[in-house]
């Protein structure tokens, strides 16, 4: 997956980043996960430079006010982003349109989780296109080292560790002709566990489990030629147990 975004080298780096910034939370965590397991190193950089709807607020008020200004529904859509936040902690960010924006506030009378997310996004998607467009500063990007684009090669046999930036662990297991074989384990950067299964020629084959960062199961189930397939289990935070049934990496219930 990640080989097709290296090659555009920042411009795609770039890319990547904000589309994954307002990709909805089930499926952007799916795609981080199988992105970080593909190659830690890179998804560091590409995570320490996503955004939130939070670092917008947290933006200039001259760049708030040019993104509020951009288009005619950015006030309805702040008013539903901030609904059911503490939106009067940032108001010092909001001093011209304060009063416009505690009115629409005020006439809202219940934004479902859903809708907070779309307009959520909606206003981030609108920052980091006038960002492009150089007509606000916007937001500061953190740019890795050239050789981050470089595509991850494996040693032709033997034990092999992936590191993150700092050299710590991310990922160890065994290599056979350039290939990940077998079974492999994958860790956060705190060097909890965040995934173990096998591999058959680089592809995830068989049961795999994944783990929150508190070392609780997160998810378990099958891969078949690196997709989902068959039964899965998931745990919420709470441990609340779901079931659900893939085939060749489509969900079907």
Same mark, same amino acid.
């Given at each position: 997956?990640l080989?097709?975004i290296?090659?555009? !080298? ?6 990547? /980043?904000?589309?994954?910034? *307002? ?14 397991? %593909? @190659?830690?190193?890179? #998804? +560091?950089?590409?995570t ?18 040019? /993104?509020?200004?951009?288009? @005619?529904?950015?006030?309805? #859509?702040?008013?539903?982003? #901030? ?19 505690? @009115? %629409? ?5 219940e934004?479902?989780?859903?809708? !907070? ?10 920052? $980091?296109?006038? +960002? ?13 080292? !050239? ?13 092999? !560790? ?17 290939? $990940? ?8 950067? *705190? ?10 020629? @680089?592809?995830k084959?068989?049961?795999? *489990? ?17 997709? $989902?397939?068959?039964?899965?289990k998931?745990?919420? $935070? *709470? ?15």
């Amino acid at each position: 997956m990640l080989n097709r975004i290296k090659k555009k !080298q920042y411009d795609g780096f770039k890319d990547f /980043v904000e589309s994954l910034e *307002t990709t909805v939370l089930a499926s952007r965590y799916n795609i981080i996960v199988s992105a970080i397991l %593909e @190659d830690p190193a890179f #998804m +560091q950089w590409v995570t320490r430079n996503m955004k939130s709807f939070e670092h917008f607020l947290e933006l200039t008020s001259d760049d708030i006010e040019q /993104v509020l200004r951009s288009n @005619d529904s950015m006030m309805m #859509m702040l008013a539903r982003a #901030m609904k059911n936040l503490n939106w009067e902690k940032y108001s010092p960010n909001f001093s011209r349109f304060l009063g416009k924006l505690k @009115d %629409e506030i005020s006439y809202l009378t219940e934004v479902s989780p859903a809708e !907070q997310e779309k307009a959520q996004y909606f206003i981030l998607k609108a920052a $980091r296109k006038m +960002q492009r467009e150089e007509k606000i500063q916007g937001f500061k990007w953190e740019l890795p080292p !050239q050789d981050i684009f470089h595509t991850l090669t494996l040693p032709r046999e033997g034990v092999v !560790q992936l590191k993150f930036i700092d050299g710590s662990v991310a990922a160890e297991g065994e290599a056979l002709k350039g290939k $990940r074989i077998g079974l492999w384990k994958h860790f956060y950067e *705190t060097k909890k566990v965040l995934a173990e299964g096998s591999y058959q020629e @680089d592809l995830k084959e068989g049961l795999w *489990t994944f783990f929150y960062a508190n070392g609780e199961k997160r998810s378990e189930g099958r891969y078949l030629s690196d997709s $989902r397939h068959g039964d899965w289990k998931e745990w919420s $935070r *709470t441990g609340e147990l779901s079931l659900s049934q893939w085939v060749e990496g489509k969900k079907q219930s």
